[in-house]
């Protein structure tokens, strides 16, 4: 057991009475001071953000640079989490791991899933002669769904609509608020989708490089096809890495996609043996519009 995990189960008994004393039956949204949202990624708050405006105050439990699939919240990150009114699911392996103990640590947080009613893909994975095996049915993942919905902005719309209903639950008194700003965010999701799409449009059917693959959502809804290199942390076999640079060779592939949770070390000997560069694409980044724009660039100009 790592020492933080340890630190954290060791401070839970602790936690647990402080989260009673901190709440004492707060009413949430009407006591001026606007909701305590908790939510587990970076473009969740800037989500919550777009429809809540200035009535919530939000929480993010996986920091910038660390995978949400291995962080391990702290003692802080617990403190905060026992005085939110709403925690905002999106589906990462951490939220799995940790949701239970929140819970036990807040019972009178509302828990809710932002991903109801979308749809998930299988992850990615690499196999030989394909670009790519997303399972027996692309839309309803088989055993590995991937995570990664937030980087598709038709995705997001769901995703918005969930949040505001959540947020209108809690604080009805505000709902015209965020009826307004979920219209506006949609419309400028409407927005970002043709400038994306525009950029997009010449490479439809073509193939992009990627480490970890985290943009499958995205390239589905713009025309393309993610090639991954590894997928659940498991790097390629020789075998299946022959098979990816022979494949990367053929299509022409300019640049593989890097995301700084996670090595470059095969990544960079791919692209060096195929005369590739690296290219940065953060799949949590907190700017999440701007990331979105420059990640379509950074494709077009690999492809």
Not at 108 to 128: C, F
Not at 181 to 195: H, I, R, Y
Request: aromatic share 6%.
């Amino acid at each position: 057991m790592s020492q933080r995990k340890l630190v954290a189960l060791l401070t839970f008994p602790l936690l647990v009475i402080t989260a009673f004393s901190c709440r004492s039956g707060r009413p949430a949204g009407n006591d001026g001071e606007g909701l305590q949202v908790a939510t587990s990624i970076l473009p969740q708050k800037y989500f919550v953000h777009r429809i809540a405006a200035d009535r919530a105050d939000v929480i993010v439990m996986v920091p910038s640079g660390a995978s949400p699939a291995t962080y391990e919240p702290s003692s802080e990150d617990l403190r905060m989490l026992s005085e939110a009114d709403l925690y905002l699911t999106v589906g990462v392996p951490f939220e799995r791991v940790w949701l239970d103990r929140f819970e036990s640590i807040n019972p009178s947080m509302k828990v809710v899933s932002t991903i109801e009613g979308l749809n998930r893909r299988s992850i990615d994975r690499w196999a030989p002669g394909k670009a790519s095996h997303r399972g027996e049915d692309h839309h309803h993942a088989q055993g590995n769904p991937d995570p990664h919905v937030w980087l598709s902005p038709e995705m997001v719309k769901t995703q918005a609509e969930n949040i505001a209903e959540a947020l209108t639950e809690l604080d009805p008194q505000n709902a015209s608020v965020y009826e307004s700003q979920l219209q506006a965010f949609v419309s400028d999701l409407e927005t970002l989708q043709s400038e994306i799409d525009s950029i997009l449009r010449p490479m439809r059917g073509s193939a992009f490089m990627v480490f970890h693959p985290s943009w499958g959502y995205f390239a589905d809804e713009f025309g393309l096809r993610q090639l991954p290199i590894e997928i659940e942390g498991r790097e390629p076999t020789p075998s299946e890495l022959a098979g990816i640079l022979d494949h990367a060779d053929s299509a022409g592939i300019r640049a593989i996609l890097v995301a700084p949770q996670f090595s470059t070390g095969t990544a960079r000997t791919i692209a060096r043996e195929i005369g590739a560069e690296l290219v940065e694409a953060d799949p949590l980044a907190e700017g999440w519009r701007e990331n979105l724009l420059r990640v379509a660039e950074r494709i077009a100009d690999s492809t």
